[in-house]
C-alpha cells in the first residue's frame, strides 16, 4: 500500500506540471508508467543518478537558448530568416520559399533608350585630335597620308599573324585557311583604333567541316549558313584567346557578316604594339574592300588617297561601325568611288565603272567592257585636299539619299534600280517612315548595304557630312575635322554638365 501511495503521489504532482486533470480512466496506466520509471531508476547509485540529471539540465538549457537565438534573428530580418525544421536545425530555402519572400512587383515594360539618350561615360585613354607639324589644309594632308598609306612591311606582319591564326586553328578545324589584309600603316597609333580596326582576317572554313564539328556536339545541330557562321567565329575566338593569349573586345552580329574584335599581344612577337584586328568567318567583304583599294588605286593614285582619307574620316567620328547602324568601311569606299564617277567636273570622271577594270569585273561575274573611259592626266593630279572637299559637300548637298542610289558598277546616276531593295527607316514616334540610302553591293546587285541604317545614325550621318563640308570651305586645321567624336555631355536644369 505504501509503494501504491507514493505512485499515486507522483502522479498527481505530474500532472501538476503538465497542467492537466488526471482521468480517473487513466489512473492505472499512469501508475504502470510510474512504476517503471522506478523500476528503471532504483537499481542506480546515487552517482550515476547525478551525471543523468546534470546531462537532461544542460540539454534542456541549450535547446533554451537555440530557440531564444531564432526568435531574435527572426525579429532583426525576417525575410533572409530560413525555415526551422521539427528537429531544431536550419534547411536551405527552395523555389517556394524564395516566392513567398519575395515581393510581387507590377509588371514594368522596359523601352530600348534611342543612342542620343545613353550616359556618356569618361574614357580610360582621354581621346583627342591628331596633331599636325605641317601649316595649312596642303601640309597636314601630306603628312596624314603618309601616315595613313598602307605599307608593304604591315602587310607582312599581318601575313605572319594569318599564318599564326591557321596553325593554332589547325588542332580544332581541319583544312583551314586564313588570309590577312591591311587597311593602313600599323606602325603608326590612331586614334579609336580598337573601334573600327585597320586589320581584317579571314577565316576560311568549309560548310561541311562546321556542320559536323557541331553534330558532335550533344543537342547542337543546324544547317543554317549563318548559324554555322556564328558558332565557327565563337570557336576560333575563343581558341585564340586560350591558345595565344588574344584579348576580346568586343563582338559585331547585327552586320551583314558577323565579326569579332580581338586584341594581338606583343608577346606574339610579331607586332612591337598590341594592334586590334577583325576576324570573320567566310567573309567576303574584307576581300572586297582590299580589291577595291588596289585596283582603283592603280587606275587613279587620287583614288586611292581619297578612299583611305574618307574611311579615316569616318572612323574618327564614330560613323564606321556597322553594328551601330553607320556604313562600314567598305561601305565608305563605294560612296568614294561612286563620287569619283560621275561628279561632273573639266577634267572628266576620274574613275571608270567596275565592269570597265578587267580585274575586278571577274569578282562579280561580269566581262569587261570593251569601250575604256579614259582618265586625263590633269584628273590624277588634282589636290586631295579639294577633292575632300567637293566628296563632303556632294554628299551633304547635291546627293538625293532618298531618291537616288550609289551604283558603282555602272556608275548609273540615276533612280534606284528596280532590283535593289528598297529600305524603308521608321523614326522613333513609330509612326513616321522613309526611305534610307540605297547601296548597291556591285558584287551582289540585289543586295542594299544601306539597310544597316536606323533614324538616328542616319541623322547623324548627314550633320556628319554637313559638319565636315562647311570646316572645309572655312579652311580650318585638318585635326578639326578629324577631332573623335564624343556623346554629347546632356546638360542639368541648372545649365551645367552633369559630368
Known amino acids: 500500500m505504501t509503494l501504491f501511495a507514493a505512485a499515486e503521489a507522483a502522479a498527481a504532482s505530474l500532472c501538476d506540471v503538465f497542467k492537466k486533470p488526471l482521468a480517473p480512466a487513466n489512473n492505472n496506466t499512469m501508475i504502470m508508467l510510474v512504476l517503471a520509471a522506478l523500476c528503471l531508476v532504483v537499481p542506480l547509485d546515487l552517482t550515476q543518478l547525478i551525471f543523468a540529471c546534470l546531462g537532461a539540465g544542460c540539454y534542456y538549457c541549450?535547446?533554451?537558448?537555440?530557440?531564444?537565438?531564432n526568435q531574435q534573428e527572426k525579429k532583426k530580418s525576417p525575410s533572409l530568416a530560413l525555415p526551422v525544421n521539427r528537429r531544431g536545425g536550419q534547411r536551405f530555402p527552395d523555389s517556394r520559399d524564395v516566392r513567398r519572400a519575395t515581393p510581387k512587383r507590377s509588371p514594368v515594360t522596359k523601352k530600348p533608350t534611342p543612342p542620343s539618350e545613353l550616359s556618356v561615360q569618361t574614357p580610360v585613354v582621354?581621346?583627342?585630335?591628331?596633331?599636325?607639324?605641317?601649316?595649312?589644309?596642303?601640309?597636314?594632308?601630306?603628312?596624314?597620308?603618309?601616315?595613313?598609306?598602307?605599307?608593304?612591311?604591315?602587310?607582312?606582319?599581318?601575313?605572319?599573324?594569318?599564318?599564326?591564326?591557321?596553325?593554332?586553328?589547325?588542332?580544332?578545324?581541319?583544312?583551314?585557311?586564313?588570309?590577312?589584309?591591311?587597311?593602313?600603316?600599323?606602325?603608326r597609333g590612331r586614334a579609336n583604333g580598337v573601334a573600327v580596326p585597320d586589320v581584317d582576317i579571314v577565316i576560311n572554313v568549309s560548310p561541311a567541316v562546321m556542320a559536323s564539328k557541331l553534330a558532335q556536339r550533344p543537342g547542337k545541330s543546324t544547317t543554317d549558313p549563318r548559324m554555322l557562321q556564328k558558332w565557327a567565329l565563337r570557336l576560333c575566338a575563343d581558341k585564340l584567346v586560350s591558345v595565344g593569349g588574344f584579348k576580346f573586345r568586343r563582338s559585331g552580329f547585327r552586320g551583314n557578316e558577323p565579326k569579332m574584335t580581338l586584341l594581338v599581344p606583343a608577346e606574339l612577337g610579331i607586332f612591337n604594339q598590341a594592334v586590334p584586328i577583325d576576324i570573320a568567318v567566310n567573309a567576303v567583304a574584307p576581300l572586297h574592300s582590299a580589291a577595291l583599294l588596289t585596283e582603283c588605286g592603280n587606275a587613279n593614285p587620287r583614288a586611292k588617297e581619297l578612299l583611305l582619307l574618307v574611311r579615316r574620316w569616318a572612323k574618327d567620328r564614330?560613323?564606321?561601325?556597322?553594328?551601330?547602324?553607320?556604313?562600314?568601311?567598305?561601305?565608305?569606299?563605294?560612296?568614294?568611288?561612286?563620287?569619283?564617277?560621275?561628279?561632273?567636273?573639266?577634267?572628266?570622271?576620274?574613275?571608270?565603272?567596275?565592269?570597265?577594270?578587267?580585274?575586278?569585273?571577274?569578282?562579280f561575274k561580269c566581262s569587261a567592257t570593251k569601250e575604256k573611259t579614259v582618265?586625263?592626266?590633269?584628273?590624277?593630279?588634282?589636290?586631295?585636299?579639294?577633292?575632300?572637299?567637293?566628296?563632303?559637300?556632294?554628299?551633304?548637298?547635291?546627293?538625293k539619299w532618298t531618291k537616288q542610289a550609289v551604283c558603282v558598277r555602272s556608275s548609273a546616276n540615276g533612280s534606284v534600280p528596280l532590283t535593289l531593295p528598297i529600305h524603308i527607316i521608321l523614326h522613333d514616334d513609330g509612326v513616321t517612315t522613309e526611305p534610307g540610302p540605297s547601296v548597291e553591293d556591285p558584287f551582289e546587285p540585289t543586295s542594299n548595304l544601306g539597310n544597316c541604317m536606323n533614324a538616328w545614325s542616319f541623322q547623324r550621318m548627314k550633320s556628319e557630312l554637313a559638319r565636315a563640308s562647311e570646316l572645309l570651305s572655312a579652311d580650318v586645321s585638318l585635326s578639326k575635322l578629324l577631332e573623335p567624336w564624343t556623346p554629347d555631355t546632356p546638360a542639368t536644369p541648372d545649365g551645367n554638365s552633369e559630368f
Open 375 to 399: 582618265i586625263k592626266d590633269s584628273a590624277k593630279a588634282l589636290s586631295p585636299v579639294k577633292l575632300l572637299q567637293e566628296f563632303m559637300h556632294f554628299y551633304s548637298s547635291e546627293f
Open 318 to 363: 564614330g560613323i564606321c561601325h556597322s553594328p551601330k547602324g553607320h556604313f562600314s568601311p567598305y561601305v565608305w569606299s563605294l560612296l568614294t568611288i561612286y563620287f569619283l564617277q560621275v561628279k561632273e567636273r573639266e577634267e572628266g570622271p576620274l574613275l571608270p565603272p567596275l565592269q570597265e577594270l578587267e580585274a575586278i569585273s571577274t569578282l
Open 62 to 69: 541549450v535547446q533554451k537558448l537555440q530557440r531564444s537565438f
Open 126 to 187: 582621354p581621346v583627342v585630335a591628331p596633331k599636325f607639324q605641317g601649316v595649312g589644309l596642303e601640309a597636314e594632308m601630306k603628312e596624314l597620308l603618309e601616315q595613313i598609306m598602307p605599307t608593304a612591311e604591315s602587310q607582312r606582319g599581318v601575313d605572319r599573324l594569318a599564318e599564326a591564326i591557321r596553325f593554332m586553328l589547325s588542332s580544332t578545324i581541319s583544312e583551314v585557311e586564313v588570309t590577312g589584309f591591311a587597311s593602313s600603316d600599323l606602325s
